[in-house]
């Protein structure tokens, strides 16, 4: 069992820039795969960024390449930098983990996946 608990969520005009966090807990070690999923309302769970624990191999969505940064700190904490946001950024953002598996470099950003989620943290953008 993995425990996630997001934090940093708020509203900020478009060019604008938050910091989400997730601390993970449990059993949980450097063999897990932590991401970043956002939902806006009424549209799917999105993958938007995911990172292995044990090298760094980090992934990103192209709607968020370059705006958007994932770090980790080895104690099973992650972070999601964002810059220049836009309103389309606006939705609920979800920290998740999953333990590393065949072929998860081609489906990170598939919801099913991932195993644990966090509560989530809303973002809102506004114009």
């Known amino acids: 069992q993995v425990h996630l608990v997001e934090s940093g969520g708020g509203s900020v005009q478009a060019g604008g820039s938050l910091t989400l966090s997730c601390v993970a807990s449990?059993?949980?070690?450097?063999?897990?795969?932590l991401g970043w999923f956002r939902q806006a309302s009424g549209k799917e769970r999105e993958g938007i960024a995911a990172?292995?624990?044990?090298?760094?191999?980090i992934f990103y969505d192209d709607s968020v390449k370059g705006r958007f940064t994932i770090t980790q700190d080895n104690s099973f904490k992650v972070y999601l930098q964002m810059n220049s946001l836009k309103p389309e950024d606006t939705a609920m953002y979800y920290c998740?983990?999953?333990?590393?598996?065949?072929?998860?470099?081609?489906?990170?950003?598939?919801?099913?996946?991932?195993?644990?989620w966090g509560q989530g943290a809303q973002v809102t953008v506004s114009s």
């Open positions: 449990g059993s949980i070690d450097s063999r897990y795969i």
């Open positions: 998740a983990a999953t333990p590393l598996s065949a072929g998860w470099f081609e489906a990170w950003g598939r919801e099913d996946e991932w195993n644990w």
């Open positions: 990172i292995y624990v044990a090298d760094d191999v």
